[in-house]
């Protein structure tokens, strides 16, 4: 369903996850940071390049789509983005991670998700865009927020993080919006 091209964006390029360029021990090292998993239920695996392989290789054959984020200035991969599709009932669930903590807090997250964004917008298919995180994700939370994504509910006290209840929080994108 979703086309291979190349998102491109100011600063960012979005290239389908190739595992011979992109699967290597820097990215397994990302799941294995504790500070990048902190807000993921992966920080509770130990991850392997087998492991990041198995999920690298559930997008294959399969509407869904698993992109690398590169810095344009130097062909850096810094992150995966990918939007997990039901086909069935037109929606695409989105989640991010920047392994790469030097670049956070510099406006990367935003732009590849408004990237992915623009991108899932323009396909017929789909119909809602959905993403969901702990509430105490605040860079995420103001992503979501910041990309037009509206309140799509709770699951109050879901999680345990750092031993306390934490609520999910979802937010959504009807296409057209
Ligand atoms: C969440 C993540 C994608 C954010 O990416 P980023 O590039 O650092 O975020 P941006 O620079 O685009 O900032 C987006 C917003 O978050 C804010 N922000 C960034 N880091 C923050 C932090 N540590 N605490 C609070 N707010 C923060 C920014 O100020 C910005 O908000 P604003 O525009 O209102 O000022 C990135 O930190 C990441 O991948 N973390 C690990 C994986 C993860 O948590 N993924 C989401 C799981 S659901």
Not at 88 to 114: K, M, P
Request: hydrophobic content about 40%; proline content about 3%; glycine content about 6%.
């Amino acid at each position: 369903m979703l086309t291979s091209n190349i998102i491109e964006t100011e600063r960012l390029k979005l290239v389908t996850f190739d595992p011979a360029q992109h699967l290597n021990d820097a990215y397994v090292a990302w799941l294995n940071d504790p500070d990048v998993v902190r807000y993921s239920e992966q920080r509770h695996k130990s991850h392997t390049l087998e492991s990041c392989a198995a999920f690298t290789e559930s997008f294959n054959d399969n509407p869904s789509h698993l992109w690398a984020i590169m810095q344009k200035t130097d062909n850096r991969h810094i992150g995966n983005i990918h939007a997990d599709i039901d086909p069935h009932n037109g929606i695409a669930d989105v989640a991010i991670l920047l392994g790469a903590r030097d670049t956070w807090d510099q406006g990367y997250g935003l732009e590849a998700w408004n990237g992915v964004l623009g991108h899932l917008k323009s396909h017929e298919d789909i119909r809602k865009i959905i993403a969901g995180c702990m509430r105490s994700n605040a860079a995420m939370y103001s992503i979501m927020t910041k990309s037009g994504m509206i309140d799509d509910g709770q699951r109050q006290k879901h999680y345990f993080l750092n031993g306390k209840p934490e609520d999910i929080v979802f937010f959504a994108l009807q296409v057209p919006s």
